[in-house]
């Protein structure tokens, strides 16, 4: 499929229909109680649902209760290895690349800021993170799993923003399109998958086609249960850099919002990592990731150390080697991934119990090193 301003047009002019009417529902019949209802309780796969919620209600669930039929469990089970293995590297490509490009979209920085979703960045940061481990669990789809609910909630969250900034006026449409749209749900889509693995190929982080491939088909299928309209939606890598390529330049640009929504960003991570000598390597990683010209437009500052950090690419290569030849290095070096994404995410959550937690069991696979292949090194698709 070739992407096109004129194509993409028609993308920003509708959202979600089936989680857009159910919103819609509640509340013109003033069931607002019945919506926090679901965002509250509804936490697990096969749990008994509340007394009292609307067929509307009960509809939307059953109708989001299952992953499309058309999902290879085997390519499902490579993305979950393929996490396993890099699990800190996407943590850090997630946070420090695809939500600053987040923020380089106008549009998308504006409704960030007039619906307060980073009012708390820590608490965002964390469910988005949160987020992705549950999808990366065996038994993401099973009964028990916390997935497919976060899933319906944020499907649900997404309606909520486009009910109320259009009944609020608060949103220009006809200049912005329908808030969330499907141009912007196929465009977050291509942020946290094409764009982490690009961020991973430019820290040297060895990976092989077929771990690549099936970590973006994860997203694939992540976004199918999103809403996004799988008819226009990329089905492979090559499709997925020219629709990037297309949305990142069609929008990107500088804004206030953006430039606020960045500099919550840093504080947050400054505040993580210990101490303040190290606190520059955070616009440094930015602005390594993204580019001097996005982080110029974002404010990121310039700091002493933009040139070290040029060489952590180079020492992620040799350990990546160790990781390759030897078991015992691969299983240290799962370890102290996993440990790093657990100290990320308890200064992120500041102690706090968040809805979304990792489970038991999962935290268990993070010390398993990924059984898939490190022949045929994946390499970006060109740029279009």
């Known amino acids: 499929m070739t992407y096109t301003h004129t194509s993409m047009d028609a993308l920003r002019q509708y959202g979600d229909e089936l989680a857009d009417s159910t919103v819609a529902t509640l509340?013109?019949?003033?069931?607002?109680?019945?919506?926090?209802?679901?965002?509250?309780?509804?936490?697990?796969?096969?749990?008994?649902?509340?007394?009292?919620?609307?067929?509307?209600?009960?509809?939307?669930?059953?109708?989001?209760?299952?992953?499309?039929?058309?999902?290879?469990?085997?390519?499902?089970?490579?993305?979950?290895?393929?996490?396993?293995?890099?699990?800190?590297?996407?943590?850090?490509?997630?946070?420090?690349?695809?939500?600053?490009?987040?923020?380089?979209?106008p549009h998308i920085a504006k409704l960030l800021s007039a619906t307060h979703s980073l009012e708390y960045p820590a608490k965002r940061m964390a469910e988005t993170g949160q987020f992705t481990v549950y999808l990366m669990q065996p038994d993401a789809f099973e009964a028990g799993s916390r997935f497919i609910p976060a899933v319906q909630k944020v499907r649900l969250l997404h309606a909520s923003i486009r009910y109320h900034l259009s009944r609020e006026n608060r949103w220009d449409t006809n200049?912005?399109?329908?808030?969330?749209?499907?141009?912007?749900?196929?465009?977050?889509?291509?942020?946290?998958?094409?764009?982490?693995?690009?961020?991973?190929?430019?820290?040297?982080?060895?990976?092989?086609?077929?771990?690549?491939?099936?970590?973006y088909y994860a997203w694939r299928v992540v976004g199918a249960m999103l809403g996004v309209d799988q008819?226009?939606?990329?089905?492979?890598?090559?499709?997925?850099?020219?629709?990037?390529?297309?949305?990142?330049?069609?929008?990107?640009?500088?804004?206030?919002?953006?430039?606020?929504?960045?500099?919550?960003?840093?504080?947050?991570?400054?505040?993580?990592?210990?101490?303040?000598?190290?606190?520059?390597?955070?616009?440094?990683?930015?602005?390594?990731?993204?580019?001097?010209?996005?982080?110029?437009?974002?404010?990121?500052?310039?700091?002493?150390?933009?040139?070290?950090?040029?060489?952590?690419?180079?020492l992620l290569g040799v350990l990546e080697t160790i990781e390759d030849?030897?078991?015992?290095?691969?299983?240290?070096?799962?370890?102290?991934?996993?440990?790093?994404?657990?100290?990320?995410l308890s200064s992120l959550t500041r102690g706090r119990v968040m809805q979304y937690a990792i489970p038991e069991h999962l935290k268990q696979d993070f010390g398993v090193s990924s059984t898939l292949p490190r022949t045929r090194r994946w390499t970006p698709p060109p740029a279009t």
Not at 38 to 47: D, E, I, P, Q
Not at 277 to 282: A, G, I, K, R, T
Not at 330 to 342: F, K, Q, S
């Open 231 to 314: 008819a226009h939606a990329p089905k492979d890598l090559e499709s997925a850099r020219e629709f990037l390529d297309t949305y990142l330049t069609r929008y990107m640009g500088p804004s206030d919002e953006g430039v606020h929504l960045t500099r919550q960003l840093i504080d947050l991570y400054e505040e993580v990592v210990p101490g303040t000598l190290f606190d520059p390597v955070v616009s440094a990683l930015i602005r390594y990731l993204i580019g001097d010209t996005s982080a110029d437009w974002l404010q990121v500052p310039r700091t002493a150390w933009d040139t070290a950090v040029k060489t952590v690419p180079g």
């Open 325 to 344: 030849k030897s078991p015992l290095g691969a299983w240290a070096l799962d370890r102290l991934g996993h440990l790093t994404t657990r100290f990320e």
């Open 27 to 105: 509340f013109e019949r003033g069931e607002l109680g019945t919506f926090n209802t679901l965002m509250r309780y509804v936490s697990t796969v096969g749990a008994p649902l509340p007394d009292g919620l609307p067929d509307i209600a009960r509809e939307y669930l059953h109708e989001t209760s299952a992953p499309p039929s058309w999902v290879d469990w085997g390519e499902m089970e490579k993305a979950r290895l393929f996490f396993i293995d890099n699990n800190v590297h996407i943590s850090t490509a997630l946070s420090f690349a695809s939500m600053p490009a987040c923020y380089l979209v």
């Open 175 to 215: 200049t912005l399109g329908t808030p969330i749209c499907q141009e912007d749900l196929i465009g977050g889509q291509m942020l946290f998958s094409i764009l982490v693995l690009d961020s991973l190929h430019r820290l040297n982080i060895h990976m092989s086609v077929d771990g690549a491939e099936a970590y």
